[in-house]
């Protein structure tokens, strides 16, 4: 049987299609699984042994390059879209194969920030909303969340004192004010401190800025970290995604939204008594209550509190 998932962005939604496509190839080992995805993203399938075949289209690709391009690609049995937008939709017309677009309850989540309503229906992690379109259309059983953790091959032994910091975010609202005295404080303490990412950022004694524009790179920068700190991003996920014990701060997004980090050897730091959060489903540019408390109130305590947490619970 061969099958085709399809997901072209963002990074963080990549990764987490990481441990669909390991769980079905633990239960479907003679299972053919292709992707369909952008192709800055094409290194990280490369990695996974259960990936036959990558196809890829650049970001900003013409409508009719596009279709040409899908028109070249074979036949399926199933087509799992994982992304559900107007370019996965038109991948599912023109391909052949039986369809199954995963529910992601854009609605809800918008009517939740906006109105607090419809909190029943969300609060499922993302991963779990891929899964329930894949599995039970193959008869499959479907794993739980534990078990459809994403994942990347990770082969190299932890250095103990290496953390990684990734302060920056797609949005304001999702960025920590205090990264900086976190990483004062970790230096201060005798930690080898890495900060992860582009933008702006003080420079430390003792703290070391990486920039790694390829995907595949970031990976392998972090794979051997003790423990990384985040912000709600892609690197988080990785993060995750490679086994590496994980801090997640939350600001404007939250659990309902369905992409906490709530696997093992993950933990959250997040300010609950702020009631305008969640104030948007991706974040925002800026506080649209001016005061940004549920970035602010988190102190640089509570943070180290959930890094030495983490390292204690490290094998």
């Known amino acids: 049987m061969r099958i085709l998932i399809i997901r072209f ?58 279709k040409a391009f899908l028109k070249t690609m074979p036949a399926y049995d199933y087509l799992f879209d994982l992304h559900g937008n107007t370019r996965s939709a038109l991948a599912r017309k023109l391909l052949t194969g039986r369809a199954s677009v995963y529910k992601k309850s854009g609605l809800a989540r918008r009517l939740y920030v906006m ?28 794993p739980s969340l534990e078990e459809l953790r994403p994942h990347l091959p990770n082969t190299y032994p932890a250095h103990p004192k290496k953390i ?15 990264f900086s005295e976190l990483a004062e404080t970790l230096v201060k303490e005798g930690y080898d401190v890495k900060v992860l990412g582009k933008g702006d950022f003080p420079d430390i004694a003792g703290v070391e800025r990486v920039d790694t524009p390829m995907v595949a790179d970031m990976f392998d920068y972090m794979a051997n970290a003790a423990l990384v700190v985040s912000t709600d991003s892609g690197p988080m996920h990785a993060a995750i995604a490679l086994n590496i014990p994980t801090v997640g701060v939350f600001g404007s997004t939250t659990r309902e939204l369905g992409f906490f980090p709530e696997f093992d050897r993950c933990w959250i730091v997040e300010r609950e008594n702020v009631l305008c959060r969640p104030c948007h489903v991706h974040g925002r540019d800026k506080c649209p209550k001016v005061h940004f408390d549920c970035m602010k109130k988190i102190s640089v305590n509570s943070v180290m509190w959930a890094v030495k947490a983490a390292l204690e619970d490290a094998p």
């Open 9 to 66: 962005s963002s990074l963080g939604d990549v990764i987490l299609t990481t441990g669909i496509l390991r769980a079905l190839s633990d239960q479907n080992p003679d299972l053919r699984i292709d992707v369909l995805t952008f192709s800055a993203f094409a290194d990280m399938f490369r990695k996974l042994p259960y990936v036959s075949e990558i196809y890829t289209v650049e970001k900003g690709i013409a409508l009719g390059d596009y």
């Open 115 to 142: 109105f607090r309503c419809c909190r029943s229906k969300l609060g499922k992690h993302v991963v779990l909303r891929y899964a329930e379109s894949v599995f039970p259309v193959l008869g499959c059983r479907t």
């Open 164 to 178: 990684v910091l990734h302060p920056f975010a797609s949005k304001f609202t999702k960025t920590w004010p205090q």
